[in-house]
């Protein structure tokens, strides 16, 4: 498979993810009681726009975060983290945008690689960042040339490697 029709399914996938996310958050707006057997528990709190939840084979837990992000516990009963990538300067969070994909490696057990997938903050060829500021958490998109009209153009997705999680 070649580089371009895997960035097609990446973005299928981010699109994909996105919506069922969309349609999650309006069916529980539309719930505003409790079913009878079920509870509601916040495992992890103090997150920023948290947008992919992926579990490691030892039962340690990544969370990446819309503004780049990529944040380990070490298990679902602690809610303190280290931050084991920060992509803030090269993802442009803004609107839409942001570290949106994140998958483990089937042989992470040996290799320790995370795939992370994200709107590059970059003009193709260019280098980040283009319209965020470095190590911010969260981008604009300045007029000119403004997001409703032309829009802050910037490579449409990113995907990399993240080895020693």
């Given at each position: 498979m070649d580089l371009s029709a895997r960035a097609r399914i990446s973005r299928t996938i981010a699109c994909a993810l996105l919506a069922a996310?969309?349609?999650?958050?309006?069916?529980?707006?539309?719930?505003?009681?409790?079913?009878?057997?079920?509870?509601?528990?916040?495992?992890?709190?103090?997150?920023?726009?948290?947008?992919?939840?992926?579990?490691l084979p030892d039962g340690r837990v990544l969370v990446a975060e819309k503004s780049g992000l990529l944040k380990l516990f070490p298990n679902i009963s602690t809610n303190t983290f280290t931050v084991v990538a920060d992509l803030r300067t090269a993802t442009h969070n803004f609107w839409d945008r942001g570290l949106l994909g994140l998958a483990i490696d089937p042989n992470f057990a040996t290799n320790n690689y995370v795939y992370v997938l994200y709107a590059y903050d970059a003009a193709i060829g260019g280098t980040a960042p283009r319209w965020g500021t470095a190590g911010q958490t969260s981008d604009t998109c300045p007029t000119p040339p403004g997001p409703t009209t032309d829009g802050c153009v910037v490579r449409t997705a990113?995907?990399?490697?993240?080895?020693?999680?």
């Open positions: 996310l969309a349609l999650a958050g309006r069916a529980r707006a539309a719930t505003s009681y409790k079913q009878p057997g079920f509870s509601e528990t916040a495992v992890f709190t103090g997150l920023t726009n948290p947008t992919v939840v992926r579990f990113k995907s990399g490697v993240v080895r020693g999680a």
